[in-house]
């Protein structure tokens, strides 16, 4: 009997003793890899001032983007970035939230980016990537942004708050940087949505598909998700969905926003 | 003895062994499942992570989830003359005329009631005649009722309707009463006591304002009834009408049976011809528990607009939401 409660007694202990090193392990391995971003950000921030945020609750004017002659300044060192990691080739920006980091493509897998950081260590919080299926200029009618829902409100865990209409007004602008163009969105819907794989479900060359899609964002009415619909979008507009997951496996929630202006 | 304690170091040493070995095989084997995955949009390696639960609303900078004291009943005044038609399909279960929605309060024990406009404007679900859904279109609410067998399946696409009009907003059960049987209820109470809020005296000499009447059956249906259809907005007006006359008859059912606690069995047989609904006697005579709040009753916000034949009621989404977050949902604690 005394026997028998001892193997028991040490079989808890060796079980409890390795889920506590397991916790241990985990942790600072997601703290390593969450690190990296931090460094880049705090490297890209020097020296640069975040273009203020138009304030009106009016809906701002849209203007066909045409790309000016003149000299633009991009904010973001992208040779330095390259030279250390090549599949670096855009940067998206929020002001006065988390969003503030490079964009990602691989060439040779369409989930690498999900589970690896951009120096390719494996695990959360990943990456915020395209997939190939957008090519990398921005020319696409839809590209499609992922990055994880982190508890901590890092990477794309904070923008399941622009399903608060006040929030959404707050930050209205998404800035896309690349290594010639800034790109200007203005975030028109938060949207809880369901799974299917956006760019493989609608052709988005297709303005009927395209409008079929839209229409598909509009008809969604719970208080989980917010549309301004003050913002008019037609499929002559080219829009960014920043996609990240919902708590379970049949939703995602999806934040869409409308180019503005290009330079 | 000493080959005892020698013994007991190499069972120490091995178990350390075990342990650092379970460790590792533990840490290995979460690093395969988690790296098989498929798509992003299917993934699930980042349910842990997820900030926000599924039920947590953001509003106004706040967190919020719902408020499960609530039960909701979804209260149908049904009119069955006249037909609907949107586009083709004809809908001939009749309509909703009196749509509200009642808010029972488990804790509080009190109730209050959500006045939603018959007319106002949303995407209507046609079912075809074998009950397939068809198509769905812009029109008033009281049209979904006709697209249904004025029975279970009417009820239950109003139900769904008005869930999805008020956001997602769970809806427990029904009730739906034919506007017929007011006179009968009306009458088998021996007449309903109300204050005239307003002088309604063309729709009844002696509806004068601040007349207090015990209604007749006739008179009781002309008061929920009535609408000038020549006047813009007259469906607001009669909607205060319905509000105030169905308190005041429930406040008289209440006397009459709903002390004894069985108001079902007595009104039953009476109703029975004119009554749809998924609730059981016993959720239904409970709801002589809660004292209905007569000031606290809300209006779904929005404006009515002459529309090309009917009126239609336009909602004010921004208020609606605001309306419904403060009524139905709670701060989150965290």
Known sequence: MQRKNKILFWFFAVLFISAVMFAIFYYQEQQGRANIYEKITDENRTGEQVPETPESEEPLQKEEPEPTGKPIEIPIDFEALQAEYPDIYAWIRIPDTNVDYPIVQSVRDQEYYLDHTIEGKEG????????NLNKKDFSDKNTVIYGHNMKDGTMFGGLHQY??????????????????????????????YDNRHILQSYDFNDDGQYQEYLDSLYGVRNLKSYIDTDVDVTTENRIITLSTCNGNSEQRFLVEAVLISEE | MKSKRKRRWIIGICLGCALVLLGGITVYLFRNVRSNKTNPEESDLDHDYSQASEDTIQYQGNEYVYNQNL????????????????????????????????????????????????????????????GDYYTSIQAQLATQYAYGNGKQSSCWAMKKTTSRLLYDLPIDGYISLNIESIRILNDALGGVTLTVPEDYTD????????????????????YVRYRDIEATGSNNERMERQNQYLLA????????????????????????PYLTTDLSAEEINGLAKYHFDESKTEYVPGEVKQGEEYEEFYVDEGKLRELLMENFYKLKLS
Request: charge should be negative; hydrophobic fraction near 40%; proline fraction near 4%.
């Open chain 1, 124 to 131: 959360l919080p990943g990456s915020i990537y395209t997939q």
């Open chain 1, 163 to 192: 399903m608060d209409p006040s929030y959404m007004h707050a930050h209205p602008i998404i800035y896309i940087y690349t290594s010639k163009h800034i790109y200007q969105y203005q975030v028109f819907a938060a949207v809880t």
């Open chain 2, 71 to 130: 039960t909701n009943i979804l209260f149908m005044g049904i009119d069955t003359k006249g037909e609907v038609v949107l586009k083709e399909a004809p809908g001939t279960a009749g309509q909703a005329d009196a749509v509200m929605l009642l808010t029972l309060d488990e804790e509080s024990r009190t109730a209050e009631i959500l006045q939603i406009s018959r007319d106002a404007m949303t995407d209507i679900d046609i079912y075809d005649v074998s």
């Open chain 2, 203 to 222: 729709i009844d000499p002696a509806f004068e304002k601040g007349a207090v009447i015990t209604l007749t059956g006739e008179q009781a249906e002309r």
């Open chain 2, 249 to 272: 008859l429930f406040q008289a059912v209440k006397t009459k049976a709903g002390n004894a606690g069985n108001g079902y069995e007595v009104f039953y047989t009476l109703l029975e």
